[in-house]
């Protein structure tokens, strides 16, 4: 691979991993409502389960869903439930301080699955690959992804890191009731891209 490709990818990566999406948001939220550790165990297990994905597609999978539309129609069907059950959890959440309540944070498991049901995931793996590497060079691809999981994982965790910013200013329920309520909106309106792509 040329060393003047590894500018473009890192940019690349940079500008997919730290645009607002699902991910995203669950990363803001986690800041805000649990301590920063937990927040970067969901980080983490996002980050490997983008470059499993990342990988896979680099590998074919992608031409699979398209070969087959019954199993492109499935994860959309998945991904927008998905979406809509976190929405749901973050809309009813009172807002009530993590010191006061022991709720359980999304971990490690949930960011993995959450990127193979993520369409945003799935389209920066496809373009990323198509743009910068040649058909299925797996040597390539898996150089990506080694640039890629640095940049996407500090990428998310400055996502957890914002929202514990949030909560170190915004102190009263009332306010993260708001901020939850907002939260929940957008993922519900990620699922209403997902119905309408």
């Known amino acids: 691979m040329s060393v003047s490709l590894l500018l473009p990818m890192s ?9 607002p999406g ?3 948001l669950v990363c803001l939220s986690s800041g805000t409502h649990y301590p920063i550790a937990k927040g970067l165990i969901f980080v983490t297990g996002a980050t ?5 994905l990342f990988i896979g597609v680099g590998a074919g999978l992608y031409s699979l869903l398209t070969t087959v ?22 809309a009813m959440d009172d807002g009530t301080l993590p010191e006061q309540a022991t709720p359980k944070p999304p971990g490690f498991m949930t960011g993995a699955l959450m990127q193979w049901l ?4 799935w389209i920066a793996s496809a373009s990323g690959i198509g743009a910068y590497t040649s058909g299925n060079d797996l040597t390539q691809i898996a150089m990506f992804a080694a640039l890629y999981l640095p940049i996407c994982w500090l ?13 170190r200013y915004i102190q009263t329920p ?24």
């Open 48 to 52: 490997l389960g983008f470059i499993a």
């Open 118 to 121: 993520n369409p945003k995931a």
């Open 22 to 24: 699902p991910v995203n």
């Open 69 to 90: 539309p019954l199993l492109e129609e499935l994860l959309r069907w998945a991904g927008i439930a998905f979406l809509l059950y976190l929405s749901i959890k973050l």
């Open 155 to 167: 990428s998310l965790a400055s996502w957890v890191y914002a929202g514990a910013f949030l909560k």
């Open 174 to 197: 009332r306010l993260l009731v708001a901020i939850n309520r907002l939260l929940a909106v957008l993922l519900a309106v990620s699922c209403l891209y997902l119905l309408f792509t």
């Open 11 to 19: 940019a690349f990566a940079l500008a997919a991993s730290i645009s």
